[in-house]
């Protein structure tokens, strides 16, 4: 018979068994697609952000109503454009299709989400994921592809509270909260990079 306190030790096990679990899937499936090291890096910096940790594909968030690695959230047009991918494709919610719409709404220029999440913004990213370093690809996937709503009130031209310190320093939290993740990533799996993959173009997308 297990007392409390072990009991409790070893859902503390399992939940670090899911996470790694989680993380492993993630790092491979975006490896396999051909991303180099810092465009992995940088987009499980965003992911282990967004999901507090977990990299599990469906994490609600906390007093909101954002879902997913990516904590899409129907306030923006991501959900849609990714019901829309799901139906076009005939594909189920996964954590691979999460991660297979991400992917395209960058490389395919054909696709309704590359459009809608702005075609100079798609390709500012295949720029950054190709040249930029970790923390230049963390920023770019936060900034031109998710846009919180730390980003928006410190950033967008239409918000009233860009020039309220308070508001940019939350900004600046969100941001380095996404960087920091990033690099103990880097440093604890970083080293799983034996090359830099195949270099991906909106050619070969998918």
Same mark, same amino acid.
């Given at each position: 018979?297990f007392?409390?306190e ?8 399992? $939940?670090? =068994? ?8 993630i ?5 396999? /697609?051909?991303?180099?090291? +810092?465009?992995?890096i940088g987009?499980?910096?965003n992911i ?11 994490k609600k968030q906390?007093?909101g $109503?954002?879902?997913? %690695? #990516?904590?899409? @959230?129907?306030g ?6 990714y019901n829309?991918?799901l139906?076009?494709n005939?594909r189920? @919610?996964?954590?691979e299709?999460? %991660? @297979?719409? #991400?992917h +395209?709404?960058?490389?395919d220029?054909?696709?309704?989400a %590359? ?5 100079t913004n ?6 950054? #994921? +190709?040249?930029? =370093?970790? +923390?230049?690809v ?11 709503a @730390? ?6 031209? /239409?918000?009233?509270?860009k020039?309220d310190p308070?508001?940019?320093a939350?900004?600046?939290a969100n %941001? ?12 604890s799996?970083g080293?799983l #990079?034996s090359?830099?993959g195949?270099?991906l173009?909106s050619?070969n997308?998918?």
């Amino acid at each position: 018979v297990f007392t409390p306190e072990q009991l409790a030790q070893q859902e503390i096990e399992y $939940k670090e =068994t899911d996470v790694k679990l989680n993380q492993n899937n993630i790092l491979n499936y975006l490896r396999d /697609k051909g991303y180099k090291k +810092e465009a992995v890096i940088g987009i499980m910096g965003n992911i282990e952000h967004e999901t507090d940790g977990s990299y599990d594909y469906q994490k609600k968030q906390i007093n909101g $109503k954002g879902v997913g %690695l #990516f904590q899409l @959230d129907p306030g923006g047009d991501h959900v849609n454009q990714y019901n829309s991918y799901l139906d076009r494709n005939k594909r189920e @919610d996964s954590l691979e299709a999460q %991660l @297979d719409y #991400f992917h +395209e709404t960058i490389y395919d220029k054909n696709s309704p989400a %590359l459009k809608s999440n702005g075609g100079t913004n798609a390709s500012n990213l295949r720029r950054i #994921f +190709e040249e930029g =370093t970790i +923390e230049e690809v963390t920023e770019a996937i936060t900034s031109k592809w998710e846009r919180p709503a @730390d980003w928006w009130n410190a950033n967008a031209s /239409k918000s009233p509270y860009k020039d309220d310190p308070k508001v940019q320093a939350k900004w600046k939290a969100n %941001l380095g909260d996404r960087i920091l993740r990033a690099k103990r990533i880097d440093n604890s799996l970083g080293k799983l #990079f034996s090359d830099q993959g195949t270099p991906l173009t909106s050619d070969n997308n998918m």
